[in-house]
């Protein structure tokens, strides 16, 4: 069955760095976008970037534009979220996502706490 794992949350001073990594299977990841979700206390899950499936078309969401960097190696079938510069604002769960054809899928979230 469909999986996706995070990993790579943590505690981390503003001006930090983190990395995230997603590791999916169960379906054929080089097919598929892949996303990086985050969700707040109090807020809604908003979208913070995709990685196309050809691997060298990326988006942001402008909050972390320039300071996030997504990407995937279909070899390992795993995606990546390298943050930088991170604020306290970034403090959320982040979750990886994959809409496939049997549907939207959801990893179990990692905790990403910006704080000094």
Do not use: H
């Amino acid at each position: 069955q469909v999986q996706l794992v995070e990993s790579g949350g943590g505690l981390v001073q503003p001006g930090g760095s983190l990395r995230l990594s997603c590791a999916a299977s169960g379906f054929t990841f080089s097919r598929f976008d892949m996303s990086w979700y985050r969700q707040a206390p109090g807020k809604e899950r908003e979208l913070v970037a995709i990685a196309f499936s050809s691997g060298r078309t990326t988006t942001y969401a402008d909050t972390v534009k320039g300071r996030f960097t997504i990407s995937r190696d279909n070899a390992k079938n795993t995606v990546y979220l390298q943050m930088n510069s991170l604020k306290p604002e970034d403090t959320a769960v982040y979750y990886c996502n994959a809409v496939l054809f049997a549907g939207r899928f959801w990893g179990q979230g990692t905790q990403v706490t910006v704080s000094s």
